[in-house]
């Protein structure tokens, strides 16, 4: 029970950050939809012919609202993944699988009711791991190193305290959407607002 409210915490602040952030005054960007749990599962896909069923349940479920970008990019869509280092690699590959075919196969349009998806985030609980993680998506078999559909970051950078002991993501909660993503396609940061 404690893991399971660990983890529910880790979303809920990732939930906080991105309400506060988009809320701000000077914030062009908007949350549109935050879904979680259950309402999101997409049920279960088939990864290869002859496999085992496994399902696909993200953690969440975001879309955000970019009004200066071009028609048909102002919305953009993710999937988010609470990763408490409970899962080997082995296992969070298989789960990258899942989202990738569970991707190639269209099904997430019907499922949760969105066209497209920009990437899977997750965040992870140090950086050392989320690098781990980052390789097991490379070797996954998801075309991970041409395709940017899985991000990682720590939580340390949004719990990083300050001389007064004040953890960043209460400080400056828009830095969730500032360059803090790694994808599995080079070094350069991204953000989730495409700048």
């Known amino acids: 029970r404690l893991l399971y409210a660990q983890h529910e915490l880790v979303i809920s602040r990732f939930h906080f950050m991105l309400e506060a952030a988009t809320k701000k005054a000077n914030s062009k960007i908007?949350?549109?939809?935050?879904?979680?749990?259950?309402?999101?599962?997409?049920?279960?896909?088939?990864?290869?012919?002859?496999?085992?069923?496994?399902?696909?349940?993200?953690?969440?479920?975001?879309?955000?609202?970019?009004?200066?970008?071009?028609?048909?990019?102002?919305t953009v869509n993710f999937f988010y993944?609470?990763?408490?280092?409970?899962?080997?690699?082995?296992?969070?590959?298989?789960?990258?699988?899942?989202?990738?075919?569970?991707?190639?196969?269209?099904?997430?349009?019907?499922?949760?009711?969105?066209?497209?998806?920009?990437?899977?985030?997750?965040?992870?609980?140090?950086?050392?791991w989320?690098?781990?993680?980052?390789r097991a998506a490379l070797n996954a078999n998801v075309d991970a190193d041409c395709v940017p559909l899985f991000w990682f970051t720590s939580s340390e950078v949004f719990s990083s305290r300050d001389k007064s002991g004040i953890p960043r993501y209460l400080r400056r909660p828009?830095?969730?959407?500032?360059?803090?993503w790694l994808s599995t396609v080079d070094e350069e940061l991204l953000s989730v607002d495409n700048n």
């Open 174 to 180: 828009e830095v969730v959407l500032e360059r803090v």
């Open 130 to 134: 989320a690098m781990n993680l980052r």
């Open 30 to 74: 908007r949350l549109r939809q935050w879904k979680q749990g259950s309402d999101i599962w997409t049920g279960r896909v088939n990864p290869e012919p002859g496999s085992n069923i496994m399902p696909c349940r993200p953690d969440a479920l975001f879309s955000l609202l970019l009004p200066d970008e071009l028609q048909g990019r102002q």
């Open 81 to 128: 993944e609470a990763d408490r280092k409970r899962m080997n690699a082995t296992r969070m590959a298989q789960k990258m699988k899942n989202y990738f075919e569970f991707f190639v196969s269209e099904r997430f349009r019907g499922v949760c009711g969105i066209n497209k998806v920009r990437a899977v985030l997750v965040e992870t609980t140090d950086s050392e």
